[in-house]
């Protein structure tokens, strides 16, 4: 099993700038890749961005030039550094990490923090 834990959460204003990290423990060489998705109420979780290994990034297109997400393998931690915030990125932000393969087939991988709340206040 892997575990993830996340940190970095909490209210800031429209416009202004949240840094998520979320840090892998257990199994963690059955890892590579480790994302970040967000569940606003009433909605379904979605993709915000991805890191494989070897520093393939995918973003969903909401958050492209907005959001980075970086990756330290000799840490095994992922960060998501976010700017310029909206009031509709407000969400529990969640980790994921796993074999990429299975975020490519079925657009998720195995494992799951507990997630972080981010609210963007207008």
């Known amino acids: 099993q892997v575990q993830l834990v996340e940190s970095g959460g909490g209210l800031v204003q429209a416009g202004g700038s949240l840094r998520l990290s979320c840090a892998a423990s257990g199994r963690i060489f059955t890892i590579n890749a480790m994302g970040w998705y967000r569940q606003a109420p009433g909605k379904q979780r979605d993709l915000v961005a991805v890191?494989?290994?070897?520093?393939?990034?995918n973003y969903a297109d909401s958050v492209k030039g907005r959001f980075t997400i970086s990756r330290d393998n000799a840490q095994n931690t992922v960060s998501l550094e976010m700017n310029s915030l909206k009031p509709e990125d407000t969400a529990v932000y969640y980790c994921?990490?796993?074999?990429?393969?299975?975020?490519?087939?079925?657009?998720?991988?195995?494992?799951w923090g507990k997630g972080t709340l981010v609210t963007v206040s207008s």
């Open positions: 890191v494989t290994r070897g520093g393939r990034t």
């Open positions: 994921n990490a796993g074999d990429y393969s299975d975020y490519v087939i079925r657009g998720s991988m195995d494992y």
